[in-house]
């Protein structure tokens, strides 16, 4: 995974959201839409830049995506647990780990009639590499080749061992495409098509709606609804007011702090369900290693024991995040709270311990520059918050002087090194802790004394080198037994925390909203929305 280039997507995703309030626009746009009691109209701020899953890198991309589409593998709902899709079992691996054969479904259909088999898989995957996409290195940079060596088999090879390799096949834009409507081609996309194997093909693409209807020649499970409407709204305020209204059935990305908070409490009033889930996004703190006085470990520790975790949730978040101790979240078996245990939340007298060890008092103050995105402004609440803790509980001794600047300039400047301390949030492209590891702590090039040179470590703006961290990432890729592999993820977390080249600071939720009436709506651990098992009445 390359940092820099999800950091662009997500700048992208960023900018896509207007501000712009149309609701009487949006409002007759549904009622065309809607009004279907075998239909479900779900609403949401989401834009949509592109369906082609060889270009498609946004989250709600990846959500359509997950509902068209199928792929070899997926996870079985509710659970974390990795499951064949299109294959019919786990794929046979090699002995030397870089060999994967898996058998196929039959009987399987596109939705425009085509036949699927092991070269319609193979074209698929093939084209999600070639064209060039913004997704595209996830595959790219893991495989060799790609082939159909039955007509119901499926063979790749990969450049090296990894042992997250299947569920990296889950990844939503890893999905099989009819052969008859796409092509092969640097750059050949189509962005207002989708024609798949998936329990809903798509029927209607517009600037802010999009109409979805049940496949009926779907060889899984039927869908509970005869089709999804989708409504975007230029603003989580008319996304608010529409759900409460009933305009819309259910209503998903993304409404404000005080926006979630009304509904939840008048849910058990007026019937509404909350469906709330840990998200799989993370946020964090990146300390440049190479920014004086942050080259200096005690320094980092400083920072990391000052910052107070559940105030964060509840002064500045209404308790929608939960506070997070490591960059592997615990909604992963291998996550351990290492930060908690070393240095606990706002704990005053570690913070004076570690400043005075390193030199600073009241009248030589430790002063370090935070940063954070201009347009966020849950990011501004975070840094003002921590600098008010530090100023009412340090007496001077440490002083964080907060700057910002806008998402796209930050994340051109990360691997610049222009930024001390920068607020940062991360989202995988695949459920394993292999995704909020190697993406921080692997440094292709460099040294301790240089620092990283190249790799992922630069592209965060942390600058951080350890042989033994990435003779330590390497080893957990090709890891098979899960025991050990666990192991080695817990020794990569206790570095972290001793060596603070970042700071976990909270993992968010999300929130599905749904009428009473309408049965069926879930979170998945992965944060799709599975539309299938909606249903009215």
């Not at 060596?149 to 990969?158: D, H, K, R, V």
């Not at 995988?428 to 292709?444: A, E, G, I």
Request: charged share 20%; glycine share 8%.
């Amino acid at each position: 995974m390359q940092f820099i280039r999800w950091l662009s997507l997500v700048c992208l995703c960023c900018l896509m959201v207007g501000c712009v309030s149309r609701p009487a626009t949006e409002r007759s746009d549904f009622v065309e839409l809607g009004g279907s009691p075998d239909r479900i109209t779900l609403g949401t701020t989401s834009r949509i830049r592109t369906l082609d899953p060889a270009d498609a890198y946004e989250l709600w991309s990846g959500n359509l995506l997950y509902n068209l589409g199928d792929r070899l593998y997926t996870y079985d709902l509710g659970t974390s647990e990795l499951k064949p899709q299109l294959a019919t079992a786990l794929p046979t691996i090699s002995t030397d780990g870089l060999t994967y054969t898996m058998p196929l479904r039959q009987g399987v259909v596109f939705h425009d009639g085509t036949r699927f088999d092991a070269q319609a898989m193979a074209f698929s995957l093939k084209r999600f590499i070639q064209n060039g996409g913004s997704p595209s290195f996830l595959l790219g940079d893991a495989v060799k080749s790609i082939a159909a060596t039955g007509p119901y088999e499926l063979t790749i090879t990969l450049k090296q061992p990894f042992t997250a390799f299947s569920k990296l096949l889950a990844f939503s834009g890893a999905c099989a495409i009819s052969p008859q409507a796409y092509e092969i081609g640097s750059g050949k996309f189509k962005p207002d098509t989708f024609v798949g194997t998936g329990p809903y093909k798509l029927a209607r693409y517009g600037t802010d709606t999009l109409r979805l209807e049940a496949f009926d020649r779907y060889w899984g499970q039927k869908p509970s609804n005869k089709g999804i409407d989708i409504q975007r709204f230029s603003s989580s305020a008319n996304l608010f007011n529409a759900f409460r209204t009933g305009i819309v059935d259910v209503a998903y990305q993304t409404l404000d702090l005080d926006q979630t908070r009304s509904l939840q409490q008048g849910a058990a009033r007026f019937g509404w369900q909350v469906v709330e889930g840990k998200g799989d996004g993370i946020y964090y703190l990146t300390l440049n290693l190479k920014s004086p006085p942050l080259d200096r470990v005690v320094v980092r520790q400083v920072i990391a024991a000052l910052v107070d975790r559940p105030l964060l949730r509840d002064r500045v978040f209404r308790g929608q995040v939960e506070p997070l101790y490591s960059l592997i979240p615990p909604t992963l078996a291998v996550a351990k709270p290492v930060f908690q245990e070393q240095y606990g939340d706002g704990n005053i007298a570690k913070v004076q311990a570690l400043l005075s060890q390193a030199g600073y008092s009241k009248t030589k103050p430790l002063t370090v520059e935070l940063w954070y995105r201009s347009n966020l402004t849950s990011n501004e609440l975070v840094a003002t918050t921590l600098k008010a803790l530090a100023k009412l509980k340090l007496d001077g001794w440490l002083q964080l002087d907060l700057k910002s600047v806008e998402s796209a300039t930050a994340y051109q400047n990360l691997d610049k090194g222009a930024y001390p301390m920068f607020i940062l949030d991360w989202t995988p492209d695949f459920l394993d802790p292999d995704s909020y590891v190697q993406p921080f702590m692997d440094c292709t090039k460099g040294s301790v004394a240089a620092g990283c040179e190249a790799g992922s470590a630069k592209l965060q703006g942390s600058f951080y080198y350890s042989d033994r961290v990435n003779a330590l990432i390497l080893q957990e890729r090709r890891e098979t037994n899960p025991t050990q592999r666990q192991q080695i993820f817990t020794e990569l977390q206790d570095i972290l925390a001793a060596e603070v080249p970042f700071i976990p600071l909270w993992q968010n939720k999300e929130y599905l909203f749904v009428q009473k009436g309408v049965q069926g709506g879930r979170l998945e651990v992965t944060q799709k929305v599975p539309f299938w098992t909606l249903q009215k009445g």
